[in-house]
């Protein structure tokens, strides 16, 4: 199986303030990466296994950003695979179960190697960025946040 979602690029005017990364400014919510692909190749094992990641925004410290894999069924156990280096605007990482069956089958190599993606159809791939919403303008407790159908991809305080 391999998901693929139309990437789509930031434009336009959002309600924009300071985010409190290292006092860059930027809209509310609005990563910089975005799932494109999860992928359950056709090889061996179903290699490769791997997740495909758009960069929309030139991101010069990965580290705020990280991968959760919940495996057939099982809750979100948070961040698991913390990404490193930086990146720029129109490229894509690929974090691969292994490096080997991913380069047979793709011919490059994987921007890095996570051994829980062990993807296969029925698991959850979560992509987080450093903020836990603690007294976050989204922030809610004993009750729900529910999307509006108006809002876009991009997380926006008053789209919800």
């Avoid at 139309?6 to 309600?15: I, M, N, P, V, Y």
């Avoid at 903020?131 to 809610?140: I, Q």
């Avoid at 999307?147 to 991009?154: D, E, K, L």
């Amino acid at each position: 199986m391999i998901f693929h979602s139309e990437l789509t690029t930031f434009s336009g005017k959002h309600a924009c303030r300071d985010v409190g990364r290292g006092g860059e400014s930027g809209c509310v919510g609005r990563s910089d990466l975005i799932l494109t692909a999860i992928i359950d190749g056709p090889l061996t094992g179903g290699t490769p296994k791997a997740i495909e990641i758009a960069v929309l925004a030139d991101v010069p410290d990965l580290s705020i950003y990280g991968i959760g894999v919940s495996n057939n069924g099982n809750p979100s156990s948070g961040v698991e695979y913390e990404l490193s280096g930086s990146a720029s605007a129109g490229t894509f990482l690929t974090v691969s179960k292994e490096s080997v069956e991913f380069a047979n089958y793709f011919g490059s190599t994987p921007s890095y190697i996570y051994g829980n993606v062990n993807v296969n159809g029925n698991d959850v791939v979560e992509l987080f960025i450093g903020t836990d919403g603690e007294g976050e303008p989204w922030e809610y407790s004993d009750g729900f946040a529910y999307r509006q159908s108006s809002s876009t991809i991009y997380f926006l305080e008053f789209g919800y």
